[in-house]
């Protein structure tokens, strides 16, 4: 069995990506929505949240974990590692890299969460890849809104926070719940290039269970799914399900 987390419905961008490598696997997906959002919380709150999630996940005997969620990478891989050697995490990051490998002097906007932006993870990676021509910014508060799914409100958000950005060539989406709403972005910023650390993410899990010999396969060769949602809202798991069946 294979653990995904996230703050949320959006870690299912990341699962859709996995299914495509993984067609046979037995996953686990846990929403915390009760805790979203992640990005506004410190890393001592995001940290104590996603080790109480890593603990639920080794009680049931999952063989490896997904933070399918850039906040909680950002904040505790490096420290579950540490604090959990014999467990194989997989992280998720901005795809700032992907950017510089694809069109390395357009104009960039990174959106994530503040605690992306501001995590020393990510500051090394921006810095490392620093075109002189990217846009950092923190979007308290739209992966709030993405969970709850309000089309409006999102709308509006997107309106007044992308407004001075029209003109951007690239946009990294620096949260997992952001590639669920790429068309309402695009209405404001009109065809951009989206960049998502999805497939980055699926590629490397797939390669570390192969690497380490590990069996994800579980009751023969079919795709199985749990759904679990910490505010018990069972409207979740159908959007859960739409989403993963949707072909966008
Ligand atoms: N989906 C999450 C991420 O990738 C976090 C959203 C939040 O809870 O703030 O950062």
Redesign the pocket.
Known sequence: MIGIL??GI??VSVLKEIVKLIPNGYFIYYSDSIN?????KSDDEVYAIVKEKVDYFLSRGVVAIVLA???ASAICAKKLRSEYPDTLFIAIEPAYKMVYDHNPLGKTLVM??KG?INSEKFLALYHKYDNDNTILLPCSGL?ELVEKDDQTLIDNYLDEHLKDYKGVDNVVLG???YPLIKNNIKKVLGDVNFFDGSNGVSRELLRQLELRGINYIKDGDRLHFEFIDSSNDFSKELRFKKILESND
């Open positions: 996230d703050s959006g870690g979203n959002p992640y990005g506004d969620c850039n906040t994530a969460t992306t992966a949260c997992t719940h």
